[in-house]
């Protein structure tokens, strides 16, 4: 497994192993890499032949008090684990090499970033989107492999993908928890001891909600209101927000039928903490 940092390198690298007959996956990434991401890489790996994951903490979706400075980079690690799970290639690019000047193109997907993290973080699915597409542009993959987690940002990629023709296929991969529950994200490792017991309440009150339609309730009211309070039971918890949705449009809905987004986005401390659950539900 070989690790490169200029878009040459990289083009050069899938170009040869596409004269192989080689498949080509991607998976996008910021490094600081845990088991989720170890799940996109083995995914790919097990679906294609050539496997590129990329490093690259992305300036443009990080907002001017948010932590793109002290966002942990760790690469020596990260290449231990792409290597274990069956990476081909690793495309670390340095800020100059994505941006040589200053961008002035830009994508914006309307509507689906409108709310949840798109209203807490104006310009965040911007640079996400702006950043994607070019990293599509330069590896050219065959599938692209992200995680439900951040299902907004799967369902702002998937629309963007669909309207601007790419030529791949999206993969959402189911989120990866630790045993208690916990969704695993590189910025869980901010939290201190007491703060990543509170972070809990997340999966907690989530459960909750699946509970609840499960025997019966439909009303998003109510589901929200249950959904606030087990939030605001955790002294360490502060509430971003907390929304149910339709799973596709995610415009929000009365009634809890068909494909339900359940998220929520919470400071535990510091740390800002997202995660989610995907409810089908009968009428």
Known sequence: MNVVQTVTQVRYAVAEARKQGARVGLVP????????????????????????????????????????????????????????????LIFNPSVSDMYPQKPLTHIDVDELTNGLCGASRP???????????????????????????DAQQAAVLQQMVRDLNFPLELVIVPTVREADGLAISSRNAYLSAEERVGALVLYRALQQVVAAVETGERSVAKLHGQLCQMIASEPLARLDYAEIVDASTLKPVKYVTGRVLVAIAVYIGQTRLIDNVVIEAGG
Not at 55 to 79: A, C, T, W
Not at 128 to 144: C, E, R, S
């Open 123 to 149: 310009g965040h699915f911007r640079g996400v989107a702006t950043v994607v597409a070019k990293l599509f542009n330069i590896v050219l993959p065959d599938k692209a492999y992200f995680g439900q987690k």
């Open 29 to 88: 990434t910021m490094g600081a890499l845990h088991q989720g991401h170890a799940a996109l890489i083995a995914a790919a790996a097990a679906e294609c032949d050539f496997v590129v994951v990329s490093i690259f903490v992305n300036p443009l979706q990080f907002g001017p008090h948010e932590d793109y400075d002290k966002y942990p980079r760790q690469l020596s690690n990260d290449m231990a684990l792409c290597k274990k799970q069956g990476a081909s």
